[in-house]
């Protein structure tokens, strides 16, 4: 089993849509939480970090529930710019902070 | 605005011969990551460092892959001799991290090796 798992879609939607991306992990040392978005033959770029209490930036909410060790990614309205890999990202810091990566889901959000 | 810097950006080698890949992190961050990426296997962590000391190069294949650190602004990656399937883009990020815990890491633009 992967250390993270993420449904690797592609998930396609129309602009304007709301789309949800979950995410489980299974290191319970895990500390620490990221969702990074990759557009296609670029670096992965940081796009927020995620705290048990939810966290929202602008269109964007992340949440983390450690219980069930999983994290989630929500994307209200849309955009054409959005399509892209959003990739998953755990710490584990018993490891030296160690970041294990997700495979990442692909979203492409259609006119 | 401060950038992880990568060389070169694209290489193209004959399958035996050297590559040596560069990276030069963030001003003051003190951990350096090597990722390797394709298609088919996602983003692997191949090796990382903390203030210049290596902690973990278990996702390196030792006995044609090397890291260093020479110094706090040079981090290199050295396949030798190189294969065909070690065509890849390979990714350097840097970030900051301390006895309790870690920053996130930001990426450098990467490596795009292809070996024939």
Redesign the interface.
Same mark, same amino acid.
């Given at each position: 089993r992967k250390e993270v798992e993420q449904d690797p879609g592609p998930f396609n939607v129309p602009e304007g849509a709301t789309v949800a991306f979950n995410c489980t992990y299974s290191n319970s040392a895990s500390?620490?939480f990221?969702w990074y978005r990759q557009d296609c033959r +670029?670096?992965? +770029?940081?796009l927020m970090?995620v705290y048990s209490s939810g966290n929202e930036d602008g269109r964007f909410t992340a949440q983390l529930n450690r219980a069930s060790q999983y994290i989630s990614l929500l994307i209200r309205d849309s955009k054409l710019s959005d399509s892209a890999t959003y990739?998953c990202?755990v710490?584990l810091?018993n *490891?030296?902070? +160690?970041?294990?990566?997700? *495979?990442?889901t692909e979203l492409s959000v259609k006119p | 605005d401060a950038r992880v810097t990568q060389t070169p950006r694209h290489k193209v080698t004959e399958m035996g011969q050297e590559v040596t890949m560069r990276c030069q992190p963030i001003l003051g961050h003190n !951990?350096v990551?090597w990722y390797r990426q394709t298609m088919m296997q /996602?983003?692997e962590?191949l090796a990382?460092f903390?203030n210049r000391a290596p902690?973990?190069d278990s996702g390196m294949p030792k006995d044609r892959f090397s890291a260093e650190m020479p110094d706090a602004t040079l981090a290199t990656l050295k396949i030798q001799p190189s294969e065909p399937r070690d065509s890849a883009v390979y990714?350097c990020a840097s /970030?900051f =991290?301390w006895a =309790?815990?870690?920053d !996130?890491?930001?990426?450098?633009? /990467?490596t795009r090796l292809t070996v024939l």
């Open positions: 500390q620490s990221f +670029k670096e992965p +770029k940081l970090s990739l990202v710490i810091y *490891q030296g902070g +160690k970041l294990i990566f997700g *495979q990442g | !951990t990551f /996602g983003l962590l990382y903390r902690l973990d990714f /970030g =991290s =309790s815990g870690t !996130t890491q930001y990426f450098g633009p /990467g």
